[in-house]
């Protein structure tokens, strides 16, 4: 065959188009636990072995249009702004777009939210933080599977995991800090602040009201996600008009109102009956609160006209209501106070602000309010208390290493070397060195200077080990000077006082002579 034929047979063979980027499949589409569009922008970097910055920057950006390009850093579009990808609006639905342009797929418009609440035009569906369940991790990495997202841990309604029944985190437990929603060179399953393990198990417990609400709330969601995949719709005008069906009927809307404890203004406002220059849309948890006190989903709601009043009519007894998230909780400040100060005065173990806001069950903001100073103590305590750790874990590590704890060796295991240069820091590495053997007591003891009466410090509130040999073997020479200069000042005297005497017992012996 000749090379005229060959390139005839080539041309005549049906080539699949190319992507420009790779054609990665997205995890769990169509079910529960399908993946959002963030993860799966990360692992698609991670894949190229690329920072998702780097590539979304270098491939995805000049693709979009104009009004979609971030208009902040990308740093910081990355970290806190980014999750609106995984929302309804034009920017996810661009950004979806794109990537199904790049990597010739047709199924990353599943990984949005709009596969779960349709074009329900209200806003707050999304976390403005990534969260996890640290089970799912660890599961994940022992099982050797992929490490992702999935879009049901990025809804604000879902706040504990369905398949462990724990709370999602969205601070990682050793920096206490939020993750980046597009990362920076981390691996997956990593913080993306300092780069610590995030699936650890946890042993908080759930309480039982929180664990009903979730286990009516998932099934819920899944059922409207089924209906999206199938249909490529949700019906919500549907919903809002069986609603409006129901409060036509006399007194229906009064038993709703004591059924759900809304208020009669808010369900008129739900289908435009006030004349009101705005209109309204309640938000996906509010919806979700009010089938769940008539013990409804959304989706029997919107097929059938005769649900709600079917629940009017027969005045079913309503499950028991969740707490209204916009009650105000009287703030106990005597209870934080005696929190607070347990934790500052070494009772209770160390504790950061947003630790203590969560065991007294309520918000950061509000505690540090009302308590601005113990807070901003509490971060430094916490803070303090966990580089000690990480201290004396290097110091435990080089030690079992068999390796001599030197100032240089403990600073290069650290997250940060220059953590070592904190007062309680370096008193904590010398502590170590003392229960083991390293040092003696006098070495590591502080040195205190009188001045005039005065304790003085020699730049900080302690010497290093260095520092303490050399004061004492300056000490050791000043002393021996000043004893010097005593010993000649009184040699010098002694004489002086001896020759007087000699010139006098002359003088009187001339004189006796004549």
């Excluded at 249009?65 to 034009?90: H, K, V, Y």
């Excluded at 209770?348 to 308590?371: M, N, W």
């Excluded at 502590?431 to 730049?459: H, M, N, W």
Aim: charged letters at 25%.
């Amino acid at each position: 065959m000749d090379v005229h034929e060959q390139v005839q047979v080539h041309s005549a063979m049906q080539i699949p188009p190319r992507g420009r980027l790779y054609c990665l499949p997205p995890l769990g589409v169509g079910t529960l636990w399908a993946e959002s569009l963030t993860s799966y922008i990360n692992r698609l970097a991670w894949a190229y072995r690329v920072s998702s910055r780097v590539l979304v920057a270098q491939e995805v950006i000049p693709q979009l249009s104009c009004e979609q390009r971030p208009s902040t850093e990308l740093a910081t579009f990355c970290r806190s702004i980014a999750m609106g990808i995984n929302g309804i609006g034009d920017q996810a639905v661009e950004w979806s777009t794109t990537l199904e342009g790049l990597t010739l797929r047709s199924d990353l418009h599943l990984l949005t939210v709009r596969s779960w609440v349709g074009d329900l035009t209200s806003r707050g569906y999304l976390r403005k933080k990534p969260a996890w369940c640290p089970v799912c991790y660890t599961e994940w990495r022992e099982r050797k599977e992929p490490l992702y997202q999935p879009l049901l841990w990025m809804l604000q309604l879902v706040t504990i995991c369905p398949r462990h029944q724990v709370l999602l985190l969205d601070r990682c437990p050793h920096c206490q800090k939020y993750q980046s929603i597009l990362t920076l060179k981390t691996v997956p399953g990593h913080c993306t602040q300092c780069s610590t393990w995030l699936g650890k198990p946890l042993d908080a417990v759930v309480d039982q009201e929180t664990l009903n609400w979730q286990e009516w709330v998932i099934p819920a969601l899944e059922e409207l996600h089924r209906e999206y995949v199938s249909a490529g719709v949700l019906p919500w005008e549907r919903f809002f008009a069986n609603l409006a069906l129901c409060l036509s009927e006399w007194g229906s809307c009064s038993k709703l109102a004591d059924l759900t404890g809304f208020s009669r203004d808010v369900f008129y406002l739900w289908v435009g009956r006030k004349n009101r220059p705005y209109s309204h849309s309640p938000t996906l948890e509010t919806i979700f609160e009010f089938c769940y006190a008539c013990n409804v989903t959304p989706l029997q709601v919107a097929r059938s006209t005769d649900t709600l009043l079917q629940v009017v009519r027969d005045e079913a007894q309503p499950r028991q209501r969740r707490p209204n998230r916009f009650t105000r909780r009287r703030f106990n400040r005597e209870h934080c106070l005696e929190l607070i100060q347990a934790v500052l005065n070494g009772q209770e173990e160390p504790l950061g602000a947003s630790q203590v806001a969560r065991r007294l069950g309520y918000d950061t903001r509000h505690l540090a309010y009302h308590f601005p100073q113990e807070c901003q103590l509490l971060r430094r305590e916490e803070r303090e208390a966990r580089v000690c750790e990480e201290v004396r874990q290097a110091v435990i590590t080089l030690h079992e290493q068999g390796i001599f704890p030197t100032h240089r060796k403990v600073r290069a295991l650290l997250s940060d070397p220059n953590l070592i240069r904190m007062p309680k820091a370096s008193a904590t590495w010398h502590a170590v060195r003392l229960e083991l053997g390293y040092e003696s007591f006098q070495d590591s003891a502080f040195i205190k200077l009188k001045s005039e009466g005065k304790v003085c410090r020699t730049g900080k509130s302690y010497l290093p080990f260095a520092s303490i040999r050399l004061y004492q073997r300056t000490c050791a020479r000043a002393e021996l000077s000043d004893k010097g200069h005593n010993d000649r000042d009184s040699s010098s005297d002694s004489g002086q006082t001896f020759r007087e005497s000699t010139i006098s017992n002359k003088k009187i012996r001339a004189k006796t002579l004549t």
